[in-house]
């Protein structure tokens, strides 16, 4: 479980088949092998640590489903370990299961933050609301508007210097969780109805 507050901007410094390589000092500090780390909203596994940086298996599912397989060395990628009983909750419920892949369609520059619309699968924009939780990049964010296939959300300066959502483009693809609440609420609901 994550809360979407990236702790690092890290970068990627190898791939291979199966495999991802990323150097993140800060939340390699305490890490070991087995623990989890979400790298771009995705939770994988650790499997080896060295030097700041640490390596994961990286399954054809994970890359089928995710935005991981566009990734090289160089890349800048989120970083964030797996919440604690003692971690605070500055975001939302993050699972790290990637629920789809969005792109980014347009993005605006506004006086102090930059207002970023996002394609997204149309199945998907049922469990978005305005004023609502959603992970984009594994970065929690308050949807501001929604529609059929695309939500809005606002950046502000902190997102913006600290996150890779300041450096996405028009086109770019990124990785979408909703907030698993919503989904867990529909499948109550349904099962109640005759």
Request: with cysteine.
């Amino acid at each position: 479980m994550f809360t979407g507050i990236v702790e690092e901007l890290g970068e990627v410094v190898g791939q291979q088949p199966g495999q991802l390589s990323v150097r993140g000092p800060r939340v390699t500090a305490d890490a070991r092998p087995g623990d989890s780390i979400a790298v771009n909203g995705v939770c994988l596994t650790v499997v080896s640590l060295a030097g700041g940086e640490f390596t994961v298996d990286v399954l054809p599912e994970t890359l089928a489903r995710t935005a991981l397989a566009g990734l090289a060395p160089g890349d800048a990628v989120n970083l964030e370990r797996a919440a604690t009983a003692a971690t605070r909750l500055g975001g939302h419920l993050v699972q790290g299961h990637v629920d789809g892949v969005g792109t980014v369609r347009s993005r605006t520059a506004g006086a102090r933050w930059h207002d970023l619309r996002v394609g997204l699968p149309a199945p998907l924009s049922r469990y978005l609301v305005e004023k609502g939780s959603v992970s984009v990049d594994g970065v929690s964010l308050t949807v501001v508007a929604v529609g059929d296939d695309w939500f809005d959300v606002a950046l502000i300066p902190t997102t913006l210097e600290l996150t890779t959502l300041g450096r996405r483009r028009v086109g770019d693809p990124v990785n979408l969780e909703v907030d698993v609440i919503a989904k867990y609420v529909e499948k109550l609901v349904g099962a109640v109805r005759p």
